[in-house]
């Protein structure tokens, strides 16, 4: 497995916006401009990915807001995916701590992240922090905060 930035391999950038667009449902072309801003360094929220081979089998960004209603609250790490056969291996969270680490390298601290999850972020220093209503919702998500 090898887990970079799309920084470190920024001829990836299409088909990682492909996967992303193909696992939530978001348009390719929403990803590529988010991915274009960070790749010429108009942001430092990026997004990070785990390979096998040239596989993207894992991946996850770090976006302004996570379209909620806490615009207050950023930046938000957003689309955390992993592939169902590589679940349960760690991959998940080595690249949350990978973007927390790199965010905080940079002077960016602390993060936020919407889910539906309990229990999951937790494991890697994660803390409910508020409900907060997800655009198009009809009942708020649970939102986290790394500090």
């Known amino acids: 497995m090898k887990y970079c930035t799309l920084r470190e391999i920024p001829e990836i950038k299409n088909s990682a916006a492909v996967w992303f667009s193909s696992k939530w449902k978001v348009p390719t ?3 590529l401009e988010c991915m274009d801003c960070y790749l ?3 942001t430092e ?3 990070y990915l785990c ?3 040239d596989k993207i089998v894992a991946g996850l ?3 302004e ?4 209603d806490r615009k207050d609250l950023s930046p938000n790490i957003c689309a ?3 592939e169902a056969e590589y679940r349960c291996q760690g991959i998940a969270g080595h690249l949350l701590n990978m973007a927390v680490e790199d965010l905080r390298e940079k002077g960016i601290s602390p993060v ?3 889910t539906d999850h309990t229990g999951f972020y937790e494991r890697y220093g994660f803390e409910f922090y508020c409900l907060a209503q997800g655009d198009g919702e009809e009942t708020p998500s649970r939102l986290y905060i790394h500090r």
């Open 29 to 31: 072309e929403a990803y």
């Open 40 to 42: 010429n360094h108009e």
């Open 45 to 47: 929220l990026g997004w």
């Open 51 to 53: 390979l096998n081979d």
């Open 61 to 63: 960004g770090v976006i």
């Open 65 to 68: 807001n996570d379209f909620h």
């Open 80 to 82: 955390v995916y992993t």
């Open 112 to 114: 936020y992240l919407l």
